[in-house]
């Protein structure tokens, strides 16, 4: 490593109140895959950002081949040869493959031209693509393809990819691991960002840990064990889930024929979807991004309504119910986007207990909020939760992801439900957090509750999960014993290379 592409040295970043890097330095060599590893609010995003010149440094320098690198915007980086693949991709849907590549090029060449590239390039990386096909009949894995794409076409010396297979299949992850070492090969460097600290080993030939802005460690991934890497983000034991005391009883929740329209245009129908759920179960539903996870919840949580006899919790019939009624006969749910869906951003932390809360807790007295039992109940949140944060009056908007994440799942865990549905309960929350979301989880299946985690990580579903099913294009698999399942199951099961038929009716008798 004589010669480094990319240096950075004394990178310094602060916004009011906030020190996001403090003076971190760190060295890439060209074909190099480094990982940058970090808790929520570590500074990761920063630091890349002022790599890719969406964010201008307020000291420190960076060079780039020997030179002086100073990119004022992301257009700079791209003509320096800095490219980058952001997390939520940046396509649209109308448009063909070719029409949303030539979008991001500075001078795109005409479109038959740009197409016969796009073909070239997605063969000779083992990324095939066609042009003419219109991205909102892409699945997540393909859409990605798009993005990488375009990111090769500028011939990049280092790219940038910021959790990379959060939306792929175990198949589709190995195609891209094939595809970056590949480039790895060629002489192009990669800065890697992943919560997944498996494929942190398998993949990346050095790490730079960051903890509170600062530059923490640096290790060779492949000698740590995933927990001592997830130590050095954190900078303590991490605790490990405990599945104990968990049994089995009767059924819950049952499921039958549920058929639902698609919400978007681009998105699935639900289709005959079946599943049987019982006391003291956790159910992992996994599914590659946008093949039906929000359609689900909506429909079990009573955002969406069904056909009468598709949702039954005991020997009630609840498909006509709307959220609150349903909640108050015991099932609960926390969706995915925590702001401006589980949470109202510019609401107090007091408020949003109340949002949810006022059909199963004493928040209310003779039809008026009762102000000191809710702020009562956001401080048994906080407290239980270990929800950092100055107290209840502070706004959903100013919490970190992992803190608000915690905050979201406490409310209603803490509402004691029967059946609680989470949808990616630890997206984006850094390890500590993430393993003390799951254990509250399992806690609650332990008390009786049961629970269905729908959830793109699939490490997490089969740590915590007592069975595994699969979404593919709305349709439901046969849940699975997680025992029994390996990861290439797993992946085909995702791809719908599985059976897909609704599982047979159960008799009483075989589910005991």
């Known amino acids: 490593m004589s010669h480094m592409l990319l240096r950075l040295d004394g990178l310094t970043k602060s916004y009011p109140g906030v020190l996001a890097n403090d003076a971190v330095s760190l060295q890439i060599a060209p074909g190099e895959i480094h990982a940058l590893l970090g808790e929520n609010g570590a500074g990761k995003s920063t630091l890349v950002k002022m790599i890719y010149g969406l964010v201008k440094p307020d000291s420190g320098t960076m060079m780039l081949n020997a030179a002086a690198y100073t990119p004022a915007e992301p257009r700079a980086a791209r003509s320096a040869g800095v490219a980058m693949v952001f997390q939520h991709f940046s396509l649209f849907e109308a448009l063909s493959v070719a029409e949303n590549v030539a979008l991001g090029m500075e001078s795109p060449p005409q479109l038959g031209q740009l197409a016969?590239?796009?073909?070239?390039?997605?063969?000779?990386?083992?990324l095939p693509l066609d042009p003419a096909r219109r991205v909102g009949d892409l699945s997540a894995g393909e859409r990605q393809r798009v993005e990488i794409v375009r990111c090769l076409l500028q011939d990049p010396k280092l790219l940038i990819m910021d959790e990379p297979t959060s939306?792929?299949?175990?198949?589709?992850?190995?195609?891209?691991?094939?595809?970056?070492?590949?480039?790895?090969?060629?002489?192009?460097?990669?800065?890697?960002?992943?919560?997944?600290?498996?494929?942190?080993?398998?993949?990346?030939?050095?790490?730079?840990?960051?903890?509170?802005?600062?530059?923490?460690?640096?290790?060779?991934?492949?000698?740590?064990?995933a927990k001592e890497l997830a130590e050095l983000m954190v900078g303590a034991e991490l605790k490990v889930t405990d599945r104990?005391?968990?049994?089995?009883?009767?059924?819950?929740?049952r499921v039958t024929d549920l058929d639902l329209p698609a919400i978007t245009q681009f998105g699935p129908s639900l289709?005959?979807?079946?599943?049987?759920?019982?006391?003291?179960?956790?159910?992992?539903?996994?599914?590659?991004?946008?093949?039906?996870?929000?359609?689900?919840?909506?429909?079990?949580?009573?955002?969406?309504?069904?056909?009468?006899?598709?949702?039954?919790?005991?020997?009630?019939?609840?498909?006509?119910?709307?959220?609150?009624?349903?909640?108050?006969?015991?099932?609960?749910?926390?969706?995915?986007?925590?702001?401006?869906?589980?949470a109202a951003p510019a609401m107090s932390l007091t408020y949003n207990a109340i949002l949810t809360g006022t059909v199963r807790k004493p928040l209310?007295?003779?039809?008026?909020?009762?102000?000191?039992?809710?702020?009562?109940?956001?401080?048994?949140?906080?407290?239980?939760?270990?929800?950092?944060?100055?107290?209840?009056?502070?706004?959903?908007?100013?919490?970190?992801?992992?803190?608000?994440?915690?905050?979201?799942?406490?409310?209603?865990?803490?509402?004691?439900?029967?059946?609680?549905?989470?949808?990616?309960?630890?997206?984006?929350?850094?390890?500590?957090?993430?393993?003390?979301?799951?254990?509250?989880?399992?806690?609650?299946?332990?008390?009786?509750?049961?629970?269905?985690?729908?959830?793109?990580?699939?490490?997490?579903?089969?740590?915590?999960?007592?069975?595994?099913?699969?979404?593919?294009?709305?349709?439901?698999?046969?849940?699975?014993?997680?025992?029994?399942?390996?990861?290439?199951?797993?992946?085909?099961?995702?791809?719908?290379?599985?059976d897909m038929d609704p599982p047979a009716p159960q008799t009483e008798a075989a589910l005991q």
């Open 167 to 225: 939306v792929l299949t175990p198949q589709e992850v190995q195609i891209l691991f094939r595809t970056l070492n590949q480039l790895s090969h060629e002489g192009t460097a990669i800065l890697y960002i992943s919560h997944k600290l498996e494929e942190i080993r398998t993949l990346c030939d050095r790490a730079t840990v960051l903890r509170g802005g600062k530059v923490v460690g640096h290790a060779d991934p492949r000698a740590k064990t």
């Open 271 to 342: 289709k005959s979807v079946h599943l049987t759920l019982r006391k003291g179960e956790v159910l992992g539903i996994g599914g590659v991004a946008g093949n039906g996870q929000e359609e689900l919840l909506a429909a079990l949580s009573g955002e969406r309504l069904s056909p009468p006899g598709t949702v039954m919790l005991r020997d009630q019939d609840l498909s006509r119910l709307g959220p609150n009624p349903r909640r108050k006969h015991g099932i609960l749910a926390a969706p995915e986007e925590r702001l401006g869906h589980a």
């Open 116 to 126: 016969r590239r796009i073909r070239e390039i997605s063969t000779q990386y083992g």
């Open 364 to 498: 209310t007295r003779n039809g008026f909020v009762n102000f000191a039992a809710a702020r009562r109940f956001a401080q048994d949140i906080i407290a239980q939760f270990d929800v950092r944060t100055p107290g209840p009056d502070v706004a959903a908007r100013a919490l970190s992801g992992g803190n608000l994440q915690k905050y979201v799942i406490g409310r209603e865990v803490l509402q004691s439900p029967d059946v609680l549905v989470v949808n990616q309960p630890t997206w984006g929350v850094d390890a500590a957090a993430a393993t003390a979301i799951r254990q509250a989880l399992l806690d609650l299946a332990a008390e009786g509750a049961a629970v269905i985690v729908i959830s793109q990580d699939l490490d997490e579903l089969m740590e915590i999960s007592d069975n595994f099913a699969a979404l593919n294009e709305g349709r439901l698999s046969a849940p699975r014993s997680t025992a029994d399942l390996t990861m290439e199951q797993i992946g085909l099961m995702l791809g719908g290379a599985q």
């Open 244 to 253: 104990a005391g968990r049994v089995l009883g009767e059924p819950l929740l």
